[in-house]
């Protein structure tokens, strides 16, 4: 999937928990895990050298130590590089003074890997195991993975909407 892809899908399946775990917007506030759980979903392509974050200056370093570790989709896309990579910005989470941020981090890290599940290639979901997980549904730059982020683009703001119309704007108010 592409980066676009990628950011649509984390913040519809962000949406989706927050609306049934409304207790989450207590603890980190939608908006603000919705940035975070769209960097989260970034994360997992620093292992490939087209990667959205892998081209930019910030994320470079990063993206070079991680190819030297792995080939695209191994580790990083997998619950073991989601445990790592959470536990790697729990630090900074605490000094930020907000420790509870890594929930929607590892949402949007595993929005990634759900979105990935649907490609042909699949995700390698319990590495270091090598089987891999995929639907098969949606080839990467495809017409199909066009009209699947133009459905979820749709699916999320008609989720806003009836967060807004049905549930008080739950999603975009604090506590």
Request: aromatic share 16%; no cysteine.
């Given at each position: ?28 506030l939608?908006?603000?895990?919705g ?13 490939h ?19 030297r ?14 445990v ?48 891999t ?13 066009e ?29």
């Open positions: 999937m592409n980066h676009r892809t990628h950011i649509f899908f984390s913040l519809f399946f962000l949406a989706i928990i927050y609306e049934i775990f409304p207790i989450l917007n207590s603890y980190v939608y908006m603000i895990a940035v975070i759980a769209v960097i989260a979903a970034l994360i997992p392509d620093l292992d050298p087209k990667g959205y974050l892998s081209t930019g200056r910030n994320w470079y370093l990063i993206h070079l130590a991680i190819r570790t792995t080939t695209h989709r191994r580790w990083t896309h997998s619950l073991l590089g989601s790592i990579f959470t536990i790697a910005v729990f630090p900074i989470a605490l000094v930020w003074g907000a420790p509870l941020n890594i929930i929607p981090f590892f949402i949007g890290y595993l929005s990634h890997l759900v979105s990935d599940s649907l490609n042909p290639t699949g995700v390698n979901w319990f590495y270091p195991k090598k089987k997980y995929g639907l098969k549904l949606i080839r990467t730059g495809s017409k199909r993975e009209y699947f982020q133009k459905i979820i683009l749709v699916a999320l703001v008609g989720l806003w909407l009836y967060d807004g119309l049905y549930n008080g704007g739950s999603l975009f108010r604090g506590p």
